[in-house]
């Protein structure tokens, strides 16, 4: 058997090992599904309120993770062309991330959107995002969105966040 061949079997074995068939395929959602996937999986977050669309992940039968895309949360990015993948939750399967960032991409392009943005915690690396080719083009300080006019309780963490970025 070639190096190549081995290394196919190998990374096979390896998958089927996960549970995971090789064969991972984007589908569409709808909101309720992609939320109730969120509350179920979700480290830190809860579901969202609205959306502009959802995709999901299969592994076969199963949905291995979800992403929910929006309007940007901060009104000065709200141009009209850019859009915010708003979550983003998987159950580990390798690759995942970066399947559902890439395509949350292509779908808003073909939407008609100039960009794309999503904010992470500084402690995340950003490898999913790196391996869809996304930017990281700033930071911003986590704060309270509980105003004096507009008392809220917060319940996500409230630390520093990078933004990263797809543009046309």
């Keep these: 058997m070639s190096d190549k061949g ?18 991972l395929e984007v589908v569409p959602m709808t909101l309720r599904e992609a939320n109730d996937y969120v509350e ?6 809860a579901k969202v309120v609205g959306h502009l669309f959802s995709i999901g992940l299969a592994d076969g ?9 929006g309007r940007p949360v901060a009104r000065a990015r709200d141009d009209g062309f850019t859009a ?25 392009r073909s939407m008609g959107y100039r960009k794309i943005g999503t904010y992470i915690l500084v402690a995340e690396p950003g490898t999913s995002l790196k391996a869809a080719g996304w930017k990281c083009v700033g930071s911003t300080p986590g704060r309270s969105w509980s105003v004096p006019s507009r008392p809220r309780v917060d319940k996500h963490p409230l630390g520093q966040r ?7």
């Design 40 to 45: 179920r999986e979700h480290r830190h977050h």
């Design 162 to 168: 990078t933004l990263w970025e797809m543009a046309a």
């Design 6 to 23: 081995t290394q196919e079997a190998r990374s096979s074995k390896n998958d089927e090992s996960r549970g995971v068939s090789g064969r």
């Design 84 to 108: 915010e993948v708003t979550r983003l939750c998987t159950d580990g399967t390798p690759h995942a991330c970066s399947k559902l960032y890439a395509a949350a991409w292509r779908a808003a």
């Design 61 to 69: 039968e199963k949905i291995v993770g979800v992403c929910i895309v």
